[in-house]
């Protein structure tokens, strides 16, 4: 018995959750969708994630990808510089932004479709039928989460931080200490949002707590991990 599926309701089949029609009878299992509506899909990834993810997943084309993934990795460039002040002080670096963003856009893009690939792979050898496409597309969505920091946070950050928001020597916590509190702390929101959304994302495909619980941690442990690689990697050389 496959861990996700949906039976048919002429032959009792059953057929991998993203079906339209029946394997065996050719019967619909369910209404078709074509295409992706970007603000509709993040309106309800705020009201609804489960059934988001489901239309993310049953939607034929896989729309925005790729417009996501711009502007994700842009944060992450950021929340990069951010590790870097933090982790090796004030530096010296010989990358110019243009190419320290096509690095992070480059390491995030190959991350996301790697770890859809194994989740694909993986989920095979325990009965779970998935679709690359689908993986891959529901993990770029997780990061969305990261694009409504950017427009929201982001240009707050610089109104009230202005040039000393990338700064030690003063930190933006000795500027204005309550202010950067306050924003770090929405910051962490934004975070435990992700990780809750991407929760929602392996559930979706699994139905299975535990194995969804397991795979964002993996998920985000293994994120955080190449954040802080290209903290060093990118400011570093």
């Given amino acids: 018995m496959m861990k996700n599926s949906v039976t048919c309701q002429h032959c009792k089949s059953e057929n991998p959750f993203y079906r339209t029609t029946c394997l065996n009878c050719k019967s619909h299992l369910r209404d078709r969708v074509y295409n992706l509506d970007l603000w509709k899909t993040i309106g309800l990834l705020i009201e609804n994630p ?28 950021i929340t990069t510089r ?9 530096f010296q670096t010989s990358t110019g932004l243009i190419v320290s963003y096509l690095i992070v856009l480059a390491c995030i893009s190959g991350f996301m479709f790697l770890f859809a ?8 050898n325990f009965s779970l039928q998935t679709r690359f496409k689908d993986n891959l597309a529901i993990l770029c969505y997780t990061q969305s989460t990261h694009v409504i920091s950017l ?8 109104i009230v931080f202005g040039d000393y928001i ?4 003063p930190s933006p916590f000795v500027l204005k200490k309550n202010i950067a509190y306050l924003l770090s702390g929405i910051e962490i929101v934004f975070i435990l949002w992700s990780t809750l ?41």
């Fill in 151 to 158: 427009f929201i946070l982001f240009p707050i950050e610089l």
């Fill in 117 to 124: 690939f194994l989740f694909t792979l993986i989920g095979k």
């Fill in 166 to 169: 990338f700064s030690l020597n």
């Fill in 50 to 77: 489960s059934e988001a993810f489901k239309i993310i997943i049953f939607s034929e084309q896989k729309n925005f990808i790729l417009f996501i993934l711009i502007f994700a990795s842009f944060k992450y460039l």
């Fill in 197 to 237: 959304i991407s929760f929602y994302a392996f559930y979706t495909q699994s139905k299975n707590i535990l194995s969804s619980l397991i795979s964002t941690l993996i998920f985000k442990g293994f994120l955080s991990v190449l954040i802080m690689i290209l903290s060093i990697l990118v400011f570093t050389v």
């Fill in 82 to 90: 951010f590790v870097a002040m933090s982790t090796l002080g004030e």
